[in-house]
């Protein structure tokens, strides 16, 4: 049931080019997109600076967004520029400092056949206020558990792309992780090596090397994961890109998730759950609570350069 405490100071949705009351912003029905799936969206914050909130690589989301579009065969009705102008407004008709914007395009309403023909594509940007998307266990750690469905592989699909219908598979195995009593889910890909989570990234350190993996393991190529990488090389953390086994996964000293949501979540507890004639077995990470270079890098993050956040004018 919705209540107003799950979007949090949201008070008008931005609607193709006007804003809507955010109770009225109702599509119709035999919308495609409501059908099919077909929609693509993207996830993005905000974060009150000492300049007024601004937005974290705003330009890189909707660069992805337009590439969602494009492997969705779906014609954006405006383009980069209108896009990034109409997230910034939104945050000001919100009057929010720091936010989760959520930008979707989808096929509306015209029929209902598979190709889309008579649906125009539109775009709405909500934006609200999100705290730890793991909730309270994100501070300590969280556990993960390893679902026996893969990763969608980067054979079937331009993995870049976060198509709206394919968000059912991270669902699924999200609720399929909670009936195990674990916070979040964990796919491995269909080589049986770590991929990533529902809607996260994964790293693991070991021996002071920060480790995540390469888009070939059939991952989202996230915008975190890419600043992390980018703000441990000039912290002087080594990183390194490369597969992660699960036996590199149980010998690591520490693990977490990343993403837009989630930020930066301590994985410190794994359940193996990959083979559903097995019992399902518990790994605890490292020491079993958040680690150093987890505590650095989460530190870090929350020092964002004015450089990639532009600011929304609201401060
Ligand atoms: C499947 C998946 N992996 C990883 C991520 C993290 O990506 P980002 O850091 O760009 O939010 C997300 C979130 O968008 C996701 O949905």
Not at 38 to 67: C, K, M, Q, W
Not at 198 to 214: D, M, R, S, Y
């Amino acid at each position: 049931m919705y209540k107003p405490a799950h979007f949090l100071k949201a008070k008008k949705i931005w609607t193709m080019g006007r804003f809507v009351d955010w109770p009225k912003a109702v599509v119709h029905s035999m919308s495609h997109a409501l059908h099919y799936g077909n929609s693509v969206f993207e996830g993005i914050r905000a974060y009150p600076t000492a300049e007024g909130p601004a937005v974290f690589r705003l330009t890189e989301h909707i660069d992805r967004l337009l590439l969602s579009a494009r492997t969705a065969k779906m014609k954006s009705p405006y383009d980069r520029e209108r896009i990034i102008e109409a997230v910034l407004k939104t945050m000001r008709a919100n009057k929010l400092q720091s936010a989760y914007i959520r930008p979707l395009l989808f096929y509306s309403y015209g029929n209902l056949g598979l190709v889309p023909k008579f649906s125009p594509v539109e775009l709405l940007i909500g934006a609200w206020e999100w705290g730890a998307y793991l909730g309270d266990k994100t501070e300590k750690g969280v556990s993960a558990y390893i679902v026996p469905w893969r990763r969608i592989h980067r054979s079937q699909l331009d993995m870049r792309a976060k198509l709206g219908g394919l968000y059912t598979l991270s669902t699924i195995n999200g609720l399929e992780a909670r009936e195990h009593d674990c916070d979040e889910a964990l796919f491995l890909n269909l080589e049986g090596r770590v991929a990533e989570g529902p809607g996260e990234n994964i790293f693991i350190v070991k021996k002071g090397v920060l480790q995540t993996n390469a888009l070939p393991e059939s991952i989202l190529e996230g915008i975190t994961r890419t600043s992390l990488l980018e703000i441990a090389a000039d912290r002087g953390i080594p990183t390194r890109v490369a597969p992660i086994r699960l036996k590199d996964l149980y010998r690591a000293d520490e693990a977490f998730f990343c993403g837009t949501a989630v930020e930066i979540a301590p994985l410190v507890r794994v359940v193996d759950g990959s083979n559903p004639r097995k019992t399902a077995k518990p790994h605890t990470i490292g020491s079993g609570e958040k680690g150093e270079v987890t505590r650095f890098l989460w530190a870090s993050s929350r020092t964002p350069s004015a450089a990639s956040c532009p600011n929304t004018g609201n401060g």
